[in-house]
């Protein structure tokens, strides 16, 4: 990421990926309850419309977390954990870390690269990211959406992270592992350029600017800011992503009439269901996330420096 101190320039390629990799699981961690509303949100009102004058089930997302944990246990706000985990080992480690290889890469070693520079190599790192992490997205995805009353006759659809996968591939074959690939792909072209690029430019104002140091407070300030424009943009995808993943073999004949069917049925408001969970969501995981990313490089250049093999 951008930045004029020795410790921006220290982190060899490893390091970065490693640092994002844990960085993403630590903000997984810390705001996966506010994943999992939103997802309960986004996925509500999917399979038919609410008759008229019925209260939906879950409304706003602190309602949403309180009802999940009246009506479920508050282990079910962290259901589909191991697969976010997984997730983030392969999904934040290369779209996060390895941005900046691909930004220099894409630069031809120019020591301020354009924006357009900066958009391709966000585009790239979050389309290879896709490509490794897409089956633990959907077991994500479909953990934290499946309901579990037994008393209502309502039970869990997987039983533990192993199964789900191994359910998918069985039931759906291995493109269901791949399910929404092509959107998620388009996603994550979306969110890693409005993420990624803003805390980038944010960030190298601020320390051009001599606003704050190279520390804590301009990477919060960044950060949040990345994750207000993320939200904006990426939402009406994601929502899409999230019904399609979840969806069962043949509910829709693909992203394209998954989109139409919600704008048909529900209206356009639909692409924006879950807006402040997403954005409450976005906001803390990218201040969590950026904080300990950078945190864990310096830490981890400073055993290595004083702590050599």
Request: proline residues 4%; charged residues 15%; aromatic residues 10%.
């Amino acid at each position: 990421m951008a930045g004029g101190s020795a410790a921006d320039l220290g982190p060899t390629a490893v390091v970065k990926v490693f640092s994002a990799g844990t960085a993403g699981c630590v903000a997984d961690l810390v705001t996966f309850p506010l994943d999992t509303a939103k997802v309960r949100l986004q996925v509500q009102g999917e399979s038919k419309a609410l008759p008229k004058g019925q209260k939906a089930t879950y409304r706003g997302v602190f309602g949403t977390i309180i009802t999940i944990v009246r009506t479920e246990g508050p282990r079910n706000l962290y259901n589909g954990l191991l697969a976010g985990l997984h997730r983030q080992m392969c999904f934040a480690s290369v779209r996060i870390g390895l941005y900046d290889t691909m930004k220099q890469l894409y630069a031809h070693g120019a020591e301020n690269p354009g924006l357009g520079t900066r958009l391709l190599a966000g585009s790239t790192t979050g389309a290879m990211a896709v490509a490794f992490a897409q089956p633990t997205d959907v077991v994500k995805v479909r953990f934290q959406a499946q309901v579990h009353q037994p008393e209502n006759g309502s039970v869990k659809r997987y039983s533990s992270t192993t199964e789900a996968y191994r359910t998918i591939a069985r039931v759906e074959g291995l493109k269901g592992l791949w399910k929404g690939c092509l959107l998620n792909i388009a996603r994550n072209a979306i969110v890693n350029c409005s993420e990624l690029v803003t805390y980038d430019i944010i960030k190298e104002q601020i320390l051009k600017n001599k606003l704050m140091t190279d520390n804590m407070p301009c990477h919060f300030t960044a950060a949040f800011a990345a994750g207000f424009c993320t939200t904006v943009v990426a939402s009406p995808v994601d929502v899409v992503k999230t019904r399609f993943m979840n969806s069962v073999p043949g509910q829709y004949g693909g992203a394209a009439n998954c989109a139409l069917t919600m704008l048909l049925r529900e209206g356009p408001s639909a692409f924006y269901k879950g807006f402040m969970p997403s954005f409450l969501r976005l906001g803390s995981w990218n201040i969590v996330m950026f904080v300990s990313y950078e945190q864990i490089q310096r830490v981890v250049i400073f055993f290595h420096e004083n702590l050599p093999l």
